[in-house]
């Protein structure tokens, strides 16, 4: 049964993804924008068991630096060179699209297509994620995906390869010549093949805790993690914003405990951590999502700062990532390079 959404929900879905996050996928605040200026509403997005099986299917996201994206705005098609491409390479076109990404402003993104393409509710991260290998066609090795990104003042390039590091590093490379951010699209894969090797109703999820958020967010901060269907994990001031001795990538957000614990946060660009007292609370894939603990603003990474009043709860990871233990190690703490955080088998 399609989910038919209207456009007063638009702020409830966004909470969701950004909820989904983790601390990273970049805020949404420009999706919103886009979208609430559109025709196309409301929109129904198909669950993909709903639909032929053997339909073609694209996903598409803004790769880089989501900071940056917010000082040079896309265009108002900023995808059609690259479904022109990937459309040109397979030879034919693509009906319908997915999510990429299943957290941050990319878990908004197929709405942009609703009226010319059919909207699935399907992502292949179910969280936001840093790396494009962590794509799940990627990591369940789907064969035949293919992938287009910007490369710069108008170019477009396309990669097909077997090995989902080589598509990262190239791609990577393509955008940083690009300026740091642009769009990315996966083609060669289908309904059917998201059916397995996808996170299916991500966009429902997000949408019920976007509402529950809404609903919730004033309540005392163990009722409102319970309304997400999560757990508090601590809140208190941030004492300490220190990069890891061994990754300057990696942050390390120590707070004073409301009963005096310390509490640290790690984070790289999503929050991979928590530890109350040098015990290990939760980690990835485990969502762990950090709000203002005075407004309940959803932060990003780059939100917390010292002296800063925090709340950390903690949502369940979908379950398709420990489904397999190769697909588990392309998202515990260790795919980092801190394998003391990965949580117990």
């Not at 950004?18 to 997005?45: N, Y």
């Not at 993104?109 to 399907?122: I, M, N, S, T, Y």
């Not at 946060?265 to 894939?285: K, N, Q």
């Amino acid at each position: 049964m399609p989910t038919v959404l209207d456009r007063s929900q638009l702020p409830a879905l966004a909470r969701g993804f950004s909820l989904l996050g983790s601390g990273g996928g970049g805020t949404t605040t420009m999706l919103e924008l886009m979208l609430g200026r559109a025709a196309a509403w409301p929109i129904s997005v198909e669950d993909p068991q709903d639909l032929d099986p053997s339909t073609p299917c694209l996903g598409a996201a803004f790769v880089g630096s989501t900071m940056l994206l917010g000082e040079r705005l896309p265009g108002d098609a900023p995808f059609a060179p690259l479904i022109a491409a990937v459309e040109r390479w397979l030879g034919q076109r693509i009906p319908a699209v997915c999510s990429l990404e299943g957290g941050g402003l990319n878990g908004l993104v197929p709405l942009a297509f609703a009226g010319e393409r059919v909207v699935v509710d399907a992502d292949c991260t179910g969280r936001a994620v840093p790396g494009l290998d962590q794509m799940s066609l990627f990591v369940d090795r789907v064969p035949g995906v293919v992938v287009a990104c910007d490369t710069g003042a108008g170019g477009v390039m396309l990669v097909s390869t077997p090995r989902a590091i080589d598509a990262e590093r190239i791609i990577r490379s393509a955008i940083i010549q690009a300026g740091g951010t642009g769009g990315a699209v996966f083609a060669g894969f289908t309904v059917g093949d998201l059916l397995e090797h996808a996170i299916l109703g991500n966009l429902r999820r997000a949408l019920s805790l976007g509402q529950a958020y809404a609903a919730s967010a004033q309540m005392p901060l163990h009722q409102l993690a319970a309304a997400l269907g999560g757990r508090l994990l601590g809140h208190g001031r941030i004492t300490a914003v220190e990069p890891d001795a061994r990754d300057p990538h990696v942050k390390c957000i120590e707070l004073a405990g409301a009963r005096g614990e310390v509490q640290r946060i790690v984070a790289r660009s999503e929050t991979l951590a928590f530890l109350t007292d040098g015990r290990l609370e939760a980690s990835a894939p485990a969502v762990i999502a950090v709000l203002d603990a005075v407004s309940r603003e959803v932060l990003e990474v780059t939100d917390l700062t010292f002296a800063r009043p925090v709340a950390a709860i903690e949502l369940p990871a979908p379950p398709w990532w420990a489904a397999e233990p190769t697909r588990l190690r392309k998202v515990v703490p260790s795919a980092y390079g801190l394998d003391e955080l990965d949580p117990p088998a």
